[in-house]
């Protein structure tokens, strides 16, 4: 079978997926399974960049998604103009200690000698530090204090949420840039620990900061992109519309919202999957496939490794936090508590060996397969149990245990289709193609 027409074949079954969700349970659900699916796909397609690329293996993909949902809060929400007159002031000066600081002990560094600048720079951090808190700790008190069931932050730009998805990237790219100077040095296992090191980080820094984003208690009511429900159902022709095709309105607003969505995050998917063809088929990527296979060949021909690696990293981590940006926006709130490393980061690179590593399409649709079987394989557990279990009596103990099972499918599922793809297409549904 021709690439291509796998590639058709594997795309052709997962429509007729939705299309079997969207006849036997509904066509909401349908669409938003397809949205997580467009987001999965866009956070793959930035893990595949960096591993299917040049074979970096970082499992830090939660960190930087949480970033990507940090720029939504900022750039979207209102300011509060009290929390700022509180404590902005203080935070202001406590940044500008720490910019001293830092600057202050980077002068030290290149300009005095091994021996001599020790001393200096300790001295210098010790001051810088407690002159930061100074400032710091006061301010965030008068910022948290100011309404704080409603706001106790300092709120955001207020503009629109589609420019955080932008925003997002650069935020995970300098985390990334700031991420690989340290790391990128080292073998592949130190770089993963390192990178679930700083994921744990930034969720701890984003769960605990109530003063940037309200930590556990949520920022909610972020807004739109797309027009809101109650708004289509009341315009007179959607309600015609409605009674029309026979659907009610709530579910006819629902799917156009739902394909809203969809159409701008199927917009940003295939402007970055055409971006990653280009690249990938130009020199540059023929150069950091030359640098995976073989680090000591690629640099013996005189090309810088560890710059390349850096690069590479960034170009995918931004891809990480604009799929960040866009899933905070569908949702509609931050939660920083749900940024979960380990269960998460599996998913993602399970979606990339599914799919295919090295393969932009491959990608893609591990991102696709592997988000569908995560959503649907509770509700068709659940159905199996109970038609298994449909001769039982509704008392007896088995039946109970065997229905409560089945919110254990999830994971059942991901390991049976994991073992199953690497047992009869090792490179994956899509492997990468040998040019």
Not at 87 to 115: D, H, M, N, Q
Request: proline share 4%; aromatic share 10%; charged share 10%.
């Amino acid at each position: 079978m021709s690439h291509t027409l796998r590639k058709i074949l594997m795309f052709g079954l997962v429509a007729i997926g939705f299309i079997a969700v969207g006849q036997l349970q509904s066509w909401p659900l349908s669409l938003t399974i397809l949205n997580l699916c467009l987001i999965s796909a866009i956070m793959s397609l930035g893990v595949n960049i960096q591993w299917g690329y040049a074979g970096l293996l970082n499992v830090g993909v939660m960190g930087f998604a949480a970033l990507g949902g940090l720029a939504g809060v900022l750039v979207s929400t209102q300011p509060v103009p009290a929390a700022w007159a509180a404590g902005g002031s203080g935070l202001g000066l406590a940044f500008l200690v720490a910019l001293v600081t830092i600057g202050a002990i980077c002068w030290c560094y290149f300009k005095l000698g091994p021996v001599v600048r020790t001393l200096p720079i300790i001295i210098i951090g010790l001051v810088g530090f407690f002159a930061y808190r100074y400032f710091f700790d006061p301010a965030v008190s008068a910022i948290e204090a100011v309404d704080p069931a409603t706001s106790g932050n300092l709120g955001g730009l207020g503009m629109p949420i589609i420019l955080s998805w932008l925003v997002g990237g650069l935020f995970a790219a300098a985390a990334a840039w700031a991420v690989g100077k340290v790391s990128l040095g080292l073998r592949s296992d130190y770089l993963a620990i390192a990178t679930l090191g700083i994921s744990e980080i930034i969720i701890a820094m984003l769960k605990n900061e109530d003063w940037l984003t309200r930590g556990v208690k949520n920022m909610s009511g972020l807004p739109r992109p797309v027009p809101y429900e109650v708004d289509i159902q009341k315009s007179e022709y959607f309600i015609k519309l409605a009674e029309d095709w026979g659907v009610s309105i709530i579910d006819l607003s629902s799917i156009l919202v739902k394909l809203a969505y969809a159409g701008l995050f199927a917009a940003v998917l295939l402007i970055l999957l055409w971006l990653c063809e280009r690249a990938l088929k130009s020199p540059w990527g023929r150069m950091m496939r030359a640098i995976r296979d073989n680090e000591t060949a690629a640099e013996a021909m005189g090309k810088n490794v560890t710059g390349r690696h850096l690069q590479v990293f960034i170009l995918g981590s931004a891809v990480i936090g604009i799929a960040g940006a866009m899933l905070t926006t569908l949702d509609g709130q931050f939660t920083p508590a749900s940024y979960q490393p380990l269960r998460f980061t599996f998913l993602i690179w399970v979606m990339v060996i599914v799919g295919g590593s090295g393969n932009n399409w491959g990608a893609i649709l591990g991102g696709f397969v592997i988000w569908f079987f995560w959503v649907e394989a509770e509700p068709v557990g659940l159905w199996l149990m109970d038609v298994i279990t449909s001769g039982m009596a509704d008392t007896s103990p088995l039946r109970e245990h065997l229905l409560k099972s089945a919110a254990h499918m999830r994971p059942i599922t991901m390991g049976v289709v994991l073992l199953l793809v690497l047992r009869f297409t090792p490179r994956g549904l899509l492997p990468e193609t040998k040019r």
